[in-house]
């Protein structure tokens, strides 16, 4: 009876899946990641508004541009260092859409239809009449852009996504055109389509996997079939297997995940015991703490005015929101920055304020390491937040609420007690200038 042949590339993902420090299980299946969705989206339409309005202005930092290219750069893994491309280059005037008025305007009609379609034909006709034009210096790098709008038709695209398709099919795409990217497009939902029952709809899985064989996480299968190569890479594989679960012991992103549901937690708890009913973000309940689950006596469903608000969708993302228990009205809301994009948290807050009754409008709080204070202020004053800055955002440090929480929840009253440590954050815009 004959063996079935082994599938080196099933192999190589089932191997993927399991380890912890890999974009499988360290960024498609990390809780913050679809939080960003939503946030990025409303960026977007930022952009497109801007532009359309010839508000944009001519340079990159400091743009609406910026603030959202910045928040999918501050991602993990997969995105890190999308931003670059976006960089204003002044020596050599790319990329062209901060100083060419009809290419701006081009930028923004593709990223409008995008955004308003929802066709794969209608992506494509974009991309096709964005490349028509030839802007210097915007390629493929936009697809990054693109992936939060359509995930389940435009893969992720940088340097090491290219290296690990080409290394694993033994293609030879090149960075910076479109045409390859949608010639790479093709074959990465070949592939997806072909090992589905491991990977997603979402294309971020399977770019997550090729984006590790690209960095030289995991050795590409040999394009050389032979018995004595397949073993000879099956056992390279399974020592890249030992020494991930060994790294994992100290993993950093376990660290940092728990330590953001453990400051969720204090907040729930001191909202229980302040009296108000107390929601967590609807991808947060499930998480386990302390012998039971985060969710625990909080209420499961959103009161009826933010439920049926046109951000709700939104709403229920934000990490934690205390809510009068008699009327339903918002008392506060709480998002925790432990070390992701404080950007997608802020819009978050912005869709509570302005999708809600408005009363949560002064009691909006930013929650992080006391080492962050500076970058959470930072993006507050960018002139992309104006309207956030309006509603008057507080920060309030890790420190003050881990030293304050069980005197707080004995002795406060309402709000006062949380008042009184957190800290206004001046919101005076400031620009700055390109180099």
């Given amino acids: 009876m004959n063996t079935p042949a082994v599938d080196p590339v099933r192999t190589l993902l089932q191997s993927w899946k399991e380890d912890p420090g890999g974009t499988y299980k360290g960024w498609f299946l990390w809780g913050e990641r679809l939080k960003n969705f939503r946030s990025i989206r409303r960026g977007i339409a930022a952009v497109i508004e801007e532009i359309q309005a010839d508000t944009f202005g001519s340079q990159y930092k400091g743009s609406s541009l910026e603030t959202v290219v910045g928040s999918i750069a501050e991602q993990r893994q997969v995105f890190k260092g999308a931003d670059h491309a976006f960089l204003w280059k002044p020596k050599l005037r790319i990329p062209d859409i901060y100083e060419n008025r009809e290419n701006q305007q081009a930028f923004a009609r593709f990223l409008h239809t995008c955004s308003c379609c929802d066709t794969e034909a209608q992506v494509l006709a974009a991309i096709r009449a964005l490349d028509e034009r030839s802007i210097k210096g915007l390629g493929p790098a936009a697809a990054n852009i693109l992936y939060f709008l359509h995930p389940t038709l435009t893969p992720p695209f940088n340097t090491a996504i290219v290296k690990g398709y080409n290394a694993l099919t033994g293609a030879k795409v090149k960075l910076g055109r479109w045409n390859e990217y949608l010639a790479m ?136 929101i205390w809510i009068e228990g008699g009327n339903g009205r918002v008392a506060a809301a709480f998002e925790v920055e432990h070390t992701t994009s404080i950007y997608s948290g802020i819009m978050r807050m912005l869709d509570l304020a302005l999708g809600a009754d408005g009363s949560a409008s002064t009691n909006l709080y930013l929650v992080a390491p006391d080492s962050r204070e500076a970058d959470v202020r930072a993006q507050i004053r960018r002139p992309a937040f104006s309207r956030v800055a309006d509603m008057r955002p507080r920060f309030l440090p890790y420190s003050e609420l881990e030293r304050n929480r069980d005197a707080m929840a004995r002795f406060g009253s309402g709000l006062k007690a949380i008042e009184a440590v957190a800290k206004a954050i001046n919101c005076e815009w400031h620009y700055v200038a390109d180099e």
């Fill in 185 to 320: 497009r093709l074959g990465i939902i070949t592939l997806n389509e072909k090992y589905r029952d491991l990977l997603s709809n979402d294309l971020g899985a399977i770019a997550g996997f090729l984006f590790d064989v690209g960095t030289s996480r995991y050795i590409p299968p040999p394009q050389e079939t032979s018995a004595a190569a397949l073993a000879a890479w099956e056992r390279d594989l399974e020592q890249v297997r030992a020494e991930a679960a060994q790294a994992s012991k100290a993993s950093r992103t376990e660290a940092e995940d728990r330590s953001h549901t453990e400051v969720q937690a204090w907040l729930r708890d001191l909202g229980l015991a302040l009296g108000f009913d107390v929601w967590i973000a609807g991808n947060d309940r499930s998480r386990a703490w302390n012998g039971g689950r985060l969710g625990d006596g909080c209420i499961a469903e959103l009161p009826q005015q933010l439920a049926s608000s046109p951000a709700a969708d939104t709403i229920r993302l934000i990490d934690v």
